[in-house]
Structures are given as structure tokens and as C-alpha cells.
T-cell receptor, first 116, second 114 residues
Framework: AQKVTQAQTEISVVEKEDVTLDCVYETRDTTYYLFWYKQPPSGELVFLIRRNSFDEQNEISGRYSWNFQKSTSSFNFTITASQVVDSAVYFCALLNYGGATNKLIFGTGTLLAVQP | NAGVTQTPKFRILKIGQSMTLQCAQDMNHNYMYWYRQDPGMGLKLIYYSVGAGITDKGEVPNGYNVSRSTTEDFPLRLELAAPSQTSVYFC?????????????FGPGTRLTVL
């Protein structure tokens, strides 16, 4: 079965704190893709990153970094020096390779509130 | 490019009414998807299409219908609206090819059924 678990429902931090959002996935596929999306209060879904199952290198983009560990089936997302504009719901998603659907399976999201 | 567009942005329906949620993309993507997002939840796939004339059910298709007569358009039809269909609906598209292509999402349609 394919599943994505985001155990943290809500996180509240004060501006400039670092925060890590957890994502644990389940899949039997050996080739798959992982994504993070941001949903700000305005409601749209903003693509942040994708990672394929053969690339375990961590990635950094500005204040954002991602830690992919196949051994623990995790794809965690860290925001360094958080800002109020980072307040949003963040979704982790899994996509199984192959098949007609290429369906994204979403976690239930983590609501991040950054207080000034 | 406008990307993925959805209309309307908001709609209130009475139980038993019908309506069509419109979705269009101008990126010549073959794959298109409809998701619903219930409060506090992730997105669940309703229907998808891999090209004009081809559609298939996702996880939660009951109460919905779709058609794909052109590459650009992928409307979602609710025939007999029910309160359980109150949700935010997202349309998405992606290019044909490997699975690592990201899905591009529309801005969403917020539907309330009373």
C-alpha cells in the first residue's frame, strides 16, 4: 500500500526559529518520487521540491532544506530562520512510478504558524 | 501562459442541484486530474485523464462525472449535490513523460452544499 504520514498536525514557532516538518512514506515500489507542496492561507498549492528514490542527496534552497533517508522512509523538510511568510499548510506527497495514473498520494498536511 | 485555470472560485449549491466545475490548461499537457480537499485533510483523487477521450476513476469518484473532449479542458460534473461534497476542488495537469514531472495545480474551487 502507498501511504504518506505527516504526524505533526500543527506546529507553532516564533520567527527566526528553525523548524522541521516530518514526512514518513510507505511504498513497495523501488522507483518513486517524493514532493513537498506549500498551501498558504490564500489556498493555492505551490510546488517546492521533488526527489526521486535514487537520489538521497540532501538539498538546500535558501532557507529550505530537505533530508531524504530511504533507510527510515522519511523525507523531512527544514525551514531555517523561519519567517511569518512561511505560515502555511505543508503537504508531503508520494508518486509511484509507472502506470497510467502517476497519482500523487498526499499526507494530511502540517499547519505551520510562525509568530512574529 | 495562464497555466491551470478553474472556474468558479466559489459556489454555494442546494442539495440536489447540479453544476459543472470548469478546468482548463494551456500547457498542452496530456495528463489532467481532479482532487478534492476536505478540511484538515490532504488531497484525494476523484478522476483523472491521460489524454483527450480517456478518463478513469480515482479514489473517490462517486457522485461525480468527467469528460475530456479536448486536451485543454477537463470539466467535473456534480449531478445531485450532497452536503458530503462540500470541499475545495483542485484541478491539476502535468506533461506526459516520466513520473518526476510535477503536477501543476489550479487555484481551486470552494464548493458548499447546503
Amino acid at each position: 500500500a502507498q501511504k504518506v504520514t505527516q504526524a505533526q498536525t500543527e506546529i507553532s514557532v516564533v520567527e527566526k526559529e528553525d523548524v522541521t516538518l516530518d514526512c514518513v512514506y510507505e511504498t513497495r515500489d523501488t522507483t518513486y518520487y517524493l514532493f513537498w507542496y506549500k498551501q498558504p492561507p490564500s489556498g493555492e498549492l505551490v510546488f517546492l521540491i521533488r526527489r526521486n528514490s535514487f537520489d538521497e542527496q540532501n538539498e538546500i534552497s535558501g532557507r529550505y532544506s530537505w533530508n531524504f533517508q530511504k533507510s527510515t522512509s522519511s523525507f523531512n523538510f527544514t525551514i531555517t530562520a523561519s519567517q511569518v511568510v512561511d505560515s502555511a499548510v505543508y503537504f508531503c506527497a508520494l508518486l509511484n512510478y509507472g502506470g497510467a495514473t502517476n497519482k500523487l498520494i498526499f499526507g494530511t498536511g502540517t499547519l505551520l504558524a510562525v509568530q512574529p | 501562459n495562464a497555466g491551470v485555470t478553474q472556474t468558479p472560485k466559489f459556489r454555494i449549491l442546494k442539495i440536489g442541484q447540479s453544476m459543472t466545475l470548469q478546468c482548463a490548461q494551456d500547457m498542452n499537457h496530456n495528463y489532467m486530474y481532479w482532487y478534492r480537499q476536505d478540511p484538515g485533510m490532504g488531497l484525494k483523487l476523484i478522476y483523472y485523464s491521460v489524454g483527450a477521450g480517456i478518463t478513469d476513476k480515482g479514489e473517490v469518484p462517486n457522485g461525480y462525472n468527467v469528460s475530456r473532449s479536448t486536451t485543454e479542458d477537463f470539466p467535473l460534473r456534480l449531478e445531485l449535490a450532497a452536503p458530503s461534497q462540500t470541499s475545495v476542488y483542485f484541478c491539476a495537469s502535468r506533461p506526459t513523460g516520466q513520473g518526476d514531472n510535477e503536477q501543476f495545480f489550479g487555484p481551486g474551487t470552494r464548493l458548499t452544499v447546503l
